[in-house]
């Protein structure tokens, strides 16, 4: 799915309102991956504690939420922007692609909680699109 330019104009619109809990959610968004995904422990077992709320999940969150925002900032072209994290994630750290969409898909739940206002039927089909797309770019690597 390609992005819009209203697409793109709602995906920044709503970064606004919630860059200022990126932290947060990012670490919110990790927790529910790791309990609604178990599998996904496995990329991280050097880690002395995986529950929710452990400071390695929210600051693995925080590392999240940093790649969100610079995806925002290169929505335009997010293969090219997202190259170093795609490299690092296939090369370095070898995660299964499949898991961006997991990840996803676990950040626009924490999304609709926290922003039932701002995360509208239009908003989430932008940000679906672009997790997509972020996704997409993080697994070209993997190629």
Same mark, same amino acid.
């Given at each position: 799915?390609?992005?819009? &330019? *209203?697409?793109?104009?709602?995906? *920044?619109? /709503?970064?606004?309102? =919630?860059?200022?809990?990126?932290?947060?959610?990012?670490?919110?968004?990790?927790? $529910?991956?790791?309990?609604?995904?178990?599998? &996904?422990?496995?990329?991280?077992?050097?880690?002395?504690? /995986?529950?929710?709320?452990?400071?390695?999940?929210?600051?693995?969150?925080?590392? =999240?939420?940093?790649? =969100?925002?610079?995806?925002?900032? *290169? =929505?335009?072209?997010?293969?090219?922007? %997202?190259?170093?994290?795609?490299?690092?994630?296939? #090369?370095?750290? $070898?995660?299964?692609?499949?898991?961006?969409?997991?990840?996803?898909?676990?950040?626009?739940?924490?999304?609709?909680? $926290? #922003?039932?206002?701002? #995360?509208?039927?239009?908003?989430?089909?932008?940000?679906?699109?672009?997790?997509?797309?972020?996704? %997409?770019?993080?697994?070209?690597?993997? $190629?």
């Amino acid at each position: 799915m390609s992005l819009s &330019t *209203k697409d793109k104009e709602t995906v *920044k619109d /709503l970064w606004g309102h =919630i860059s200022a809990s990126a932290d947060a959610i990012g670490a919110d968004a990790l927790g $529910r991956l790791l309990v609604v995904y178990p599998q &996904t422990k496995i990329y991280f077992l050097h880690w002395p504690d /995986l529950s929710p709320n452990s400071p390695s999940v929210k600051n693995h969150g925080k590392n =999240i939420m940093s790649g =969100i925002a610079l995806a925002v900032t *290169k =929505i335009d072209d997010l293969k090219s922007g %997202l190259n170093a994290l795609s490299e690092q994630h296939a #090369f370095q750290l $070898r995660v299964d692609p499949a898991n961006f969409k997991l990840l996803s898909h676990c950040i626009l739940v924490v999304l609709a909680i $926290r #922003f039932p206002h701002e #995360f509208t039927p239009e908003a989430h089909v932008a940000m679906d699109k672009f997790f997509c797309g972020v996704s %997409l770019a993080l697994a070209e690597k993997y $190629r």
